[in-house]
């Protein structure tokens, strides 16, 4: 949520309402009314930080590599050093994260996902322009980071929270229950709510722990009001519930009055005339004797609908235990599937839910819709699938073994799931209505309530096949317990990637296992320090796509009883982006094995054991891998010939439009747009026996320039030292206690 124009004008016009903290000495302030008895109602010894963990994700995202998949390895360690910075001055920390889309936010929602993919596009030109990274002013958060930074606080220790209504409701009616010190955040409702002191997130500075906090009484004494007032200032200046435009007439008549009263313009108009415009018509509409006892005063003139609409903006700021009224449309409703799961299930869906332990599941089963936000994906690019319909159905199968236990598989009464998810082509304007697909098991598929709580090795082997069987990677049963299960989870994912995904070549292949094998030479400041010589638009929507894929293991390993442990799916253990994309270039430029794999022999033998596997598996389903190199766009390093560059700007099928899977690679792994347009694959095959004959690019004959750190390559530099190898040992296996 968020109240329009309120900040700037506490910011700007409101001086002594901004009050420099240190939190600190809030934190020693609390104790010391706590051992006077003031604050009873805290259950925990230490002074409590609620933090609105969303409002965060832009500060503590501060690597300096943000578009080819998130540099997560470096993100952890910013994320715990944050959190240190707190604990060692004695502050508890509670996080709360988004977990739901209220469906009166729908809208807002949808209008925000499109402006992000407006700045995406901008994004992926440039890229294709310079073929560097754009500055801030493009920034994008990288896919699918506030779902992995819930699993790295608790990891971390933390308490973190997962909500299951408006998020900003929960905090800040934690926060009340609690007597917390104080809110971190950066969203004006929390000005509005009646809860603990809001503190800026970001004036923070966590070196000293200074920030501002926005004092609610000292604003309410400068324009006026009383704190049980601001709701109804806050519904009409505009906020997420009532929007601007709804309220735009009684913003007009309140600035003629203001104006007219007062001839001297505020020093902070416009923005400070609305406020305190609005501020000047809410004083006056009790009287004395109505004074807080009338929701919507009716002197305020409003047609039926615009006042119900009121009285829900103004609910929606009423927490437990303020008693002067109710807050309406919190009744959870029923679960939306409710008849096809145990009452078991559904309880331990919305424990998983709120503890962050679980993904997906919460939202398919007991409200029958799931969302994802923007992902990097170049909407100019038409041979790579959006990564909504890559893992569609990935998605079905997830359904299915989550809701199609006892059901006979007719169409009749078959549960749909209603999917918002952000791709290009997708106009957002309604919901993808998803059946179940049922799993393919070699037994009957298991009810759920023996995957989650039954127990004995039986139970174990069965967790673990339906979770391969969700990917179609029944093969790699054999490999569980044999490599480390964040290798077994990202070969999954890979052979997942390419069974959908036909123009993937075999250098993305590599690409993608050579960074995951790598991963554990590197510590993080070798990461920090790869260079690379340019970047490639494609491979920032491959680096998104296997981070998204990641979330899908978490929901398919949750759906299936966990038979990994969660630890082993964080991109920190498979996935570097800059790593990866050095990978990339390297073996898109026709670099040997051996050093693309930082020429260390057990990587390469690790490397070769996991490729042939795949590719077997692949072989098996009628997915042959080519090679089929791709240069960067710019041609900074290697230059391509005509045809290449033909087939780089318009190769592929064209998925636009409201295109869906055709059931996987069992019907060639293509995709159609709705209707009847199909691709033409025989053109596509003419296509690529072209590439393959033609002289544009040779990959033995134009040697790739630059080595995975981005200086040039060194064929006589030595095998990796043994240290390498004992910090690999050290770091590739974490404590089981992390997990």
């Known amino acids: 949520m968020g109240v329009k124009g309120l900040q700037y004008f506490m910011d700007s016009c409101c001086p002594e309402a901004c009050v420099p903290v240190n939190l600190r000495e809030m934190a020693r302030q609390q104790i010391a009314k706590r051992q006077q008895g003031c604050t009873s109602t805290a259950n925990n010894n230490s002074p409590t930080l609620v933090v609105d963990g969303m409002a965060c994700l832009r500060g503590w995202y501060s690597c300096k590599d943000w578009v080819c998949g998130g540099q997560w390895t470096e993100y952890m360690d910013v994320l715990k050093g944050w959190v240190e910075a707190f604990t060692s001055a004695g502050i508890r920390l509670v996080f709360f994260f988004d977990g739901v889309v209220e469906e009166k936010k729908r809208q807002v929602w949808v209008k925000r996902r499109r402006r992000v993919n407006g700045e995406i596009s901008k994004m992926f030109r440039y890229i294709k322009t310079y073929g560097e990274q754009p500055g801030r002013d493009l920034f994008c958060l990288p896919s699918g980071l506030a779902t992995f930074t819930c699993f790295a606080l608790r990891s971390l220790g933390q308490e973190v929270f997962c909500s299951v209504q408006e998020a900003d409701y929960e905090i800040a009616s934690y926060a009340r229950q609690h007597g917390s010190m104080g809110i971190l955040s950066q969203d004006s409702d929390f000005i509005i709510y009646d809860s603990a002191p809001y503190v800026s997130v970001a004036k ?79 004083s006056s509409l009790w009287g004395r004797e109505e004074q807080d006892t009338e929701l919507i005063p009716p002197s305020l003139n409003l047609s039926a609908p615009h006042r119900e609409l009121l009285k829900r903006g103004v609910r929606s700021y009423l927490l437990p235990g303020q008693e002067a009224f109710q807050r309406g449309d919190i009744s959870a409703p029923p679960p939306a599937f409710e008849k096809h799961v145990s009452p078991e299930i559904l309880k331990a869906c919305r424990e998983k839910h709120v503890a962050t332990e679980g993904f997906m599941v919460y939202s398919v089963v007991c409200q029958g819709v799931i969302e994802c936000s923007n992902t990097l994906e170049d909407e100019e690019n038409a041979e790579l699938l959006p990564q909504a319909l890559v893992y569609k159905p990935c998605r079905q199968r997830i359904y299915g073994m989550l809701l199609l236990h006892g059901h006979d598989g007719s169409s009749v009464d078959l549960p749909a799931i209603r999917e918002w998810f952000v791709y290009p082509g997708n106009p957002l304007k309604e919901p993808d209505v998803v059946y179940p697909v049922p799993v393919s098991l070699p037994c009957d598929q298991p009810s759920l309530d023996l995957l989650w709580f039954g127990t004995g090795p039986e139970v174990s082997t069965l967790r673990l096949t339906s979770f391969l069987s969700i990917f179609d990677c029944q093969d790699f049963s054999d490999l569980y317990g044999v490599i480390e299960d964040s290798l077994l989870a990202a070969l999954c994912l890979v052979t997942y990637i390419v069974l959908q995904v036909q123009t993937l070549s075999q250098e993305d292949i590599d690409a993608y296992l050579s960074q995951a094998v790598c991963l554990r030479l590197k510590s993080p400041d070798e990461l920090q320090q790869i260079k690379l010589p340019v970047l490639s638009s494609r491979a920032v929507q491959l680096g998104s796509l296997y981070i998204r894929g990641l979330s899908h293991l978490l929901g398919a390993n949750c759906a299936s009883g966990g038979p990994l442990p969660s630890a082993a799916l964080m991109p920190w253990h498979s996935f570097d982006g800059r790593l990866f994309h050095s990978k990339y270039l390297l073996a898109h430029s026709g670099t040997e094995k051996t050093v693309l794999l930082d ?93 393959q004959r033609g002289g544009h690019f040779d990959p033995h004959s134009h040697s790739y320039p630059y080595g995975h750190d981005g200086g040039p390559q060194n064929t006589s530099r030595p095998p990796s030292q043994s240290r390498s190898r004992s910090y690999r040992r050290g770091r590739y296996r974490p404590n089981t206690s992390e997990y």
């Open 204 to 282: 923070l500075r966590i070196d000293n722990l200074t920030t501002v906090m926005y004092d609610r009484e000292r604003l309410c004494r400068t324009i006026g009001l009383t704190v049980t007032q601001l709701p109804l200032l806050a519904c009409l200046l505009g906020n997420d519930v009532v929007s601007e435009v709804q309220m735009q007439h009684i913003r007009n008549n309140a600035m003629a009055t203001y104006r007219t009263n007062n001839p001297t313009p505020h020093s902070g108009a416009p923005q400070g005339q609305k406020v305190l415009a609005v501020s000047h018509l809410v």
């Open 599 to 691: 020429r260390d022999s057990a990587c390469l033998s690790l490397f070769l054991r996991l490729r042939e596997k795949l590719t077997e598996t692949c072989r098996k389903r009628g997915r042959v891998l080519q090679s089929r190199p791709f240069a960067p766009e710019q041609g900074h390093r290697i230059t391509p010939g005509p045809r290449y560059r033909g087939r780089h700007a318009g190769g592929g099928e064209n998925w636009r439009g409201r295109g869906e899977t055709t059931g996987g690679h069992r019907h060639g792994g293509g995709w159609r747009e709705r209707g009847e347009a199909n691709g033409d694959p025989s053109e596509y095959d003419s296509r690529e026996r072209l590439w």
